[in-house]
């Protein structure tokens, strides 16, 4: 009876630990290495978070890199890891980050972090352009546009840090993000070189997670659905 109640307090104490979570990671993984590269390199506004990006190679092509965010001595890995190195855009207030994800030849992603409980996370569970491209589709007027085939992208139009001023707009700060898609073809007529996306703009609302399109893009949206370059 004694032996069992001397045991009791240790296997309480071997069960708590096994419950609980793991800690979580103070870096990247060995292997990686921190890019020299000045370009890859980030701050936030408030000089408060800087971005590091890390590459393995594993070799025959096996190229990965993951993004970490050093608040202090807090580092919280950006997700998704990806095979190339990103660009970076912060809001005015630091809360928001928009990762240009390269994703291979003429083709880009986007993906949307806020800051929560003083660290970076992921702020939507699609990717940001994933959700512009369900909202392109789900148009009247584009939802039969055909799926296009390469060149696939998404882009942040410049101006996020300054609400976009130059379009001559009034809108509130840190409030909306403005995105570009575009794409190609594989089979088009034989006097046309590339036919495809050229340049569809939209408008994500950070506040509310949704999409718009402002009339002062229809001209030009209408001209994206029809673009080409002829031989």
């Not at 594993?58 to 990806?82: I, N, Y």
């Not at 909306?176 to 036919?195: R, T």
């Amino acid at each position: 009876m004694n032996a069992f109640c001397r045991a009791a307090p240790s296997l309480a104490l071997a069960l708590t630990l096994a419950a609980a979570p793991a800690l979580a990671a103070s870096g990247p993984p060995p292997g990686f290495a921190l890019t020299d590269n000045a370009d890859l390199a980030f701050t936030s506004p408030d000089g408060a978070t800087r971005l590091e990006q890390y590459m393995k190679d594993g070799g025959d092509f096996d190229v990965k890199w993951q993004v970490w965010a050093r608040h202090g001595e807090q580092m919280t890995e950006l997700k998704p890891e990806q095979g190339y190195g990103a660009g970076f855009r912060f809001s005015n207030d630091s809360q928001w980050l928009v990762r240009m994800q390269k994703t291979g030849s003429g083709e880009q992603d986007l993906f949307l972090y806020h800051v929560e409980n003083g660290a970076f996370v992921n702020a939507t569970k699609k990717s940001l352009s994933d959700l512009a491209w369900d909202y392109f589709y789900a148009r009247p007027e584009t939802k039969h546009f055909a799926k296009l085939d390469y060149h696939i992208t998404a882009n942040l139009m410049k101006g996020t840090e300054e609400g976009y001023r130059w379009l001559g707009v009034d809108w509130p700060d840190n409030r909306y993000l403005l995105i570009s898609l575009g794409g190609a073809f594989d089979k088009h007529p034989k006097n046309v070189a590339v036919k495809g996306l050229g340049g569809w703009q939209c408008r994500y609302d950070l506040k509310t997670g949704k999409f718009d399109v402002p009339k002062m893009f229809a001209k030009g949206n209408a001209e994206a659905l029809n673009w080409e370059i002829k031989r």
